[in-house]
């Protein structure tokens, strides 16, 4: 007889696409559903519904404009509350702070494990942050050693049990010929020629991201390498949007590079946009809670630069299998760029950078992450 699977809520606030968002979705299409039944509580709309739909995982969006009328809200949790209770739910991961404070008490008050997944560097500045702060987790689900040890530091009277479980990178494209394909069209589309050498950088347009650090970076590389093309993509999040393109359009034209410059928008074959490259920047001015475009990027085999704080600083070794470089500053940035134009020490970086990048793999961390519910329903 087949045990009795064990049923999973997750609770995410927003529905668009984010790094959290995403990796939510990787967890889940990776879940043994022999033993575990995942099911998604959606508080705002987004494109993460049509996502889960296709991997037949049953979501319930909910339209929740602002999150008072969640928190403060007795109907609410008498409705998270009869939805445990109807739909025989064992223990609720929360991604994100908003998530898992709306779910805080109909969980306690179902009596079950109600995890939170820590996805941002905290910094004290969140009041919801130090209010959830405040209150006891079932367990803390950490993103990375940074994200723990920033938690640990800024709110030491919380001593809810920590984990650090990295995010799943994508499953590789297991037809390479159909993924060279669409990066070399990528390319064409780019007006980039296979001999030009082509750097990427891929993240959200917020000005943190530190994009104009690699935009301040690009004449030093151009007079060693007066072919290279630097293409900058990513979109904005909804009601996050401060800018960025338009800055880094206008420095572009005021340094003249702006005919070596591309700016592409959101992509949604990421994949073939990183293998279109010749090697990824990752330029982000505050410390990465972790970077999942590094760990991507390294497992397609891709020369990574990456600014060394927090999340980083734990996915690659500095010369072994990446570079990483201080933060804001273009001058370096420039100089490690202008490095790969040595091939061996380029193709040492990229054949180390595939092997490291196996201990993201979605299915391994999906196993680590059932562990942890089986450890957590235990007690």
């Not at 990787?26 to 709309?45: I, K, S, W, Y």
């Not at 739909?87 to 702070?97: D, F, N, P, S, Y």
């Not at 009277?157 to 990066?183: C, E, T």
């Not at 990465?288 to 590094?294: D, N, R, S, T």
């Amino acid at each position: 007889m087949m045990p009795e699977r064990i049923k999973i809520l997750y609770l995410s606030w927003s529905g668009a696409m984010g790094g959290a968002e995403i990796a939510l979705l990787r967890t889940v299409r990776f879940l043994d559903r022999e033993r575990f039944v995942p099911r998604v509580l959606q508080f705002q709309p987004g494109p993460m519904q049509k996502e889960l739909e296709v991997l037949n995982i049953p979501v319930e969006v909910l339209n929740v404009k602002r999150f008072r009328s969640v928190i403060f809200s007795i109907p609410f949790f008498i409705r998270l509350f009869r939805k445990i209770r109807q739909e025989k739910i064992q223990l609720i991961h929360a991604v994100g702070t908003q998530a898992w404070l709306a779910g805080f008490l109909p969980a306690r008050l179902a009596g079950i494990p109600h995890l939170w997944w820590v996805v941002d560097l905290p910094d004290g500045s969140n009041n919801v942050e130090k209010l959830a702060a405040r209150l006891p987790a079932s367990g803390l689900v950490c993103n990375s050693r940074a994200t723990m040890e920033a938690f640990r530091a800024v709110y030491p009277f919380n001593r809810s049990k920590a984990v650090v479980i990295h995010p799943p990178n994508a499953q590789l494209d297991s037809k390479s010929g159909d993924l060279a394909a669409r990066a070399a069209a990528l390319r064409l589309e780019f007006g980039v020629t296979s001999s030009q050498p082509l750097i990427l950088s891929l993240g959200r347009m917020q000005r943190w991201k530190g994009q104009e650090t690699l935009a301040a970076a690009i004449p030093a590389v151009l007079k060693r390498i007066p072919s290279a093309v630097f293409i900058f993509a990513g979109g904005t999040l909804p009601g996050m949007e401060d800018g960025t393109e338009a800055r880094l359009k206008a420095m572009a034209k005021e340094l003249k590079v702006d005919a070596h410059c591309r700016f592409p928008g959101y992509c949604d074959d990421a994949q073939a946009l990183i293998a279109s490259a010749d090697c990824v920047v990752h330029t982000s001015l505050k410390p990465e809670p972790f970077g999942m475009v590094i760990t991507e990027s390294m497992a397609l085999g891709k020369a990574v630069i990456a600014t060394e704080k927090g999340g980083p600083q734990e996915i690659i070794t500095h010369g072994v299998d990446g570079i990483l470089v201080p933060a804001g500053e273009p001058q370096l940035l420039a100089q490690a760029i202008i490095s790969f134009e040595d091939p061996a020490y380029k193709k040492k970086l990229e054949e180390n950078a595939r092997a490291s990048a196996r201990r993201f793999e979605p299915a391994a961390i999906a196993r680590q992450m059932e562990n942890l519910y089986m450890e957590s329903l235990k007690k």
